[in-house]
């Protein structure tokens, strides 16, 4: 309900679980999905990883009562664009779900710390695997991307253009094996290039 009150915002399906989730997206084909984690049949994990393996062009951002650290970097692995709790304000909603369709991240600041905190704990790669395969200008967007940029502000401060972005990042996701930016962010932060 609070959806359809935006002009520019067009809800296309509920569903009651995640296996329902998968199918409408199937069907629909939406921008995004709000995705809850903790539903019958199906989790919002697995519907997650499904909708983005089948559709990676579908974002999905994460809309949840659950703030556990398990639940915060299984979403992400899964391939969630952000992370937002349920008492997330409605102007910041809207903002985090426009933003997501543009390819901005969003992680909800009440979980932020300890995301950051347990995907540094996780570091077991060294820099030079990341490095070794990307050339310098593509560690510098990385860095951009690990820090919450988008193509717009990485073009503006590495003064590219935003063409020559969009190919440095999906030039990236290839080389590392990424489906996208959010696994790139948690990658580059697992690897020390912030």
């Known amino acids: 309900m609070l959806l359809k009150l935006e002009p520019d915002i067009q809800v296309v399906g509920t569903a009651e679980d995640g296996s329902a989730a998968v199918q409408i997206v199937d069907k629909e084909r939406p921008d995004l999905v709000l995705m809850d984690l903790k539903m019958p049949v199906m989790n919002g994990i697995e519907a997650t990883r499904q909708i983005r393996t089948k559709f990676p062009e579908v974002k999905v951002l994460v809309l949840t009562t659950y703030n556990d650290d398990e639940w915060v970097l299984d979403a992400i692995q899964a391939g969630a664009s ?5 008492d997330t304000p409605r102007n910041e909603l809207i903002k985090a779900i426009k933003g997501t369709v543009t390819g901005k ?3 909800d600041p009440a979980i932020a710390g300890k995301v950051l905190e347990q995907v540094s704990s996780h ?3 060294p820099t030079s695997l990341i490095t070794s395969k ?6 510098d ?8 940029l988008n193509n717009a502000e990485i073009s503006e401060r590495l003064f590219l253009s935003e063409g020559t972005v969009r190919n440095h990042v999906s030039f990236i996701l290839a080389k590392l094996g990424l489906s996208d930016r959010t696994q790139a962010a948690v990658i580059a932060i697992q690897h020390g290039l912030q």
Not at 141 to 148: M, Q
């Open 82 to 86: 952000g992370y937002l709790l349920k």
């Open 105 to 107: 991240t969003y992680v």
């Open 123 to 125: 570091q077991t790669q």
């Open 134 to 139: 990307l050339t310098e200008r593509e560690i």
């Open 141 to 148: 967007v990385l860095r951009l991307i690990a820090k919450g």
